[in-house]
Structures are given as structure tokens and as C-alpha cells.
Nanobody, 115 residues
């Protein structure tokens, strides 16, 4: 079982940057890692993924602005967010997944983009 703890959220002005971190309690080497977000009144949506073999994918809405990365030795996944927009405001969640273990979720971290 893997426990995930997100951090790094906060209030930022439009055009600003934030880096989110997701710290895992166990090795994530074999896991596909992902960031999701959920805005008030909306469904949770996929933001970015990092497979265990190095493939990266992004939602169209964040391509060119967000970067997902991972340091398996530190059991940590990051989401670097730049050129933030008010519509990026949401609770951001980290997910770890394998076919055999299923999915684990963190508790989320709030990101608010506002002037």
C-alpha cells in the first residue's frame, strides 16, 4: 500500500508559477504516477501522467505550461506549473497506479489563481 501526500499549493497571481510535490510512503518505481484536479462543481480531470517507463502525457489545457517529473529514488513526483490562469484553480490530487495494486490517491492540495 502506498500513501501519498501532496504539498506546494497556494494562492498565486495569474501568470505566476507553482511547483506541487507528491511524496510517497513507499517505492513508486513500478507505478504510473499522475496528477488530477477538481474545480468546484466540476468532475475530477486528468492533468498529467508519468508512466514507469518514462512516457509523459498532458491534458490539452495544460500542454506547454505544466511539466510532470518524478524522482523515484526520493519517492516523489512533481508538477511544475507556469503561466497559471484563473481556470487552473482547483484541488490537485496525486495518484499512483499499477494493474496489480490498483490506484492510490493523496488528500489533495488547493491551488488558487487570482489577482
Amino acid at each position: 500500500q502506498v500513501q501519498l501526500v501532496e504539498s506546494g499549493g497556494g494562492l498565486v497571481q495569474p501568470g505566476g508559477s507553482l511547483r506541487l510535490s507528491c511524496a510517497a510512503s513507499a517505492s513508486i518505481y513500478s507505478y504510473a504516477m499522475a496528477w488530477y484536479r477538481q474545480a468546484p462543481g466540476k468532475q475530477r480531470e486528468l492533468v498529467a501522467t508519468s508512466s514507469n517507463d518514462g512516457n509523459l502525457n498532458y491534458a490539452d489545457s495544460v500542454k506547454g505550461r505544466f511539466t510532470i517529473s518524478r524522482e523515484d529514488a526520493k519517492k516523489t513526483v512533481y508538477l511544475q506549473m507556469s503561466s497559471l490562469k484563473p481556470e487552473d484553480t482547483a484541488v490537485y490530487y496525486c495518484r499512483a497506479h499499477t494493474l496489480s495494486s490498483g490506484a492510490y490517491w493523496g488528500q489533495g492540495t488547493q491551488v488558487t489563481v487570482s489577482s
